[in-house]
Antibody, heavy 121, light 108 residues
């Protein structure tokens, strides 16, 4: 069974960088065949795709966040990570990591449980 | 980017009733690349339907998806108590991937 687990600070100060890691079990990132995504959900709101990465390091980002986002992969640890710079209160959200179904960056069949990140001084 | 508009915002129904949820796209979605998710409080979304009308593994047949182009529908034929939740559509026909704002199905 594929499982994803987000980890990282739950509180980040404004203007700093938000950093999260997703640890994958039950599947090998280096095996290919899937893109690995970050998605966020503002409190009480809908979902926003942030971007994804392939095991080779190829990335695609949402243009609305591209200037502040970096997604990286560590295949030796079977993890991928998110960095979001210059955060403001508007970046307060639950952040999910997820796996795309079929390797085309399409839709998501496995999700982490999500982690709430609050941006506040 | 493709904007997805879901309606209604809230649907108040009783168990056993039929639910019809709408997802309208700002432009045509190629190859019906649209999915539906269910989300319950405190949980991650769960995939229900992909490619507009194909049920994901393990999803009961009371859930069905239909539509093409710009208009898509998720139908729950007879609501079970566990079906009361928020439902989101998502398109993967063009980048960036986008989600609808959600429809909450609540108990009347």
């Amino acid at each position: 069974q594929v499982q994803l687990q987000e980890s990282g600070p739950g509180l980040v100060k404004p203007s700093q960088t938000l950093s999260l890691t997703c640890t994958v079990s039950g599947a090998s990132i280096s095996g290919g065949g899937h893109y690995w995504s970050w998605i966020r959900q503002h409190p009480g709101k809908g979902l926003e795709w942030i971007g994804y990465i392939y095991y080779s390091g190829t990335t695609y980002y949402n243009p609305s966040l591209e200037s502040r986002v970096t997604i990286s992969v560590d295949t030796s640890e079977n993890q991928f990570s998110l960095k979001l710079s210059s955060v403001t209160a508007a970046d307060t959200a639950v952040y999910y990591c997820a796996r795309d179904c079929c390797g085309s960056g399409d839709y998501f069949d496995y999700w982490g449980q999500g982690t709430l990140v609050t941006v506040s001084s | 980017e493709i904007v997805l508009t879901q309606s209604p915002g809230t649907l108040s129904l009783s168990p056993g009733e039929r639910a019809t949820l709408s997802c309208r796209a700002s432009e045509s979605i190629s190859s019906s690349y649209l999915v539906w998710y269910q989300q319950k409080p405190g949980q991650a979304p769960r995939l229900l339907v992909y490619a507009a009308s194909s049920r994901a593994t393990g999803i009961p047949d009371r859930f069905s998806g239909s539509g093409s182009g710009t208009d898509f529908t998720l139908t729950i034929s007879r609501l079970e108590p566990e079906d009361f939740a928020v439902y989101y559509c998502q398109q993967y026909g063009s980048s960036p991937l986008t989600f609808g704002g959600g429809t909450k199905v609540e108990i009347k």
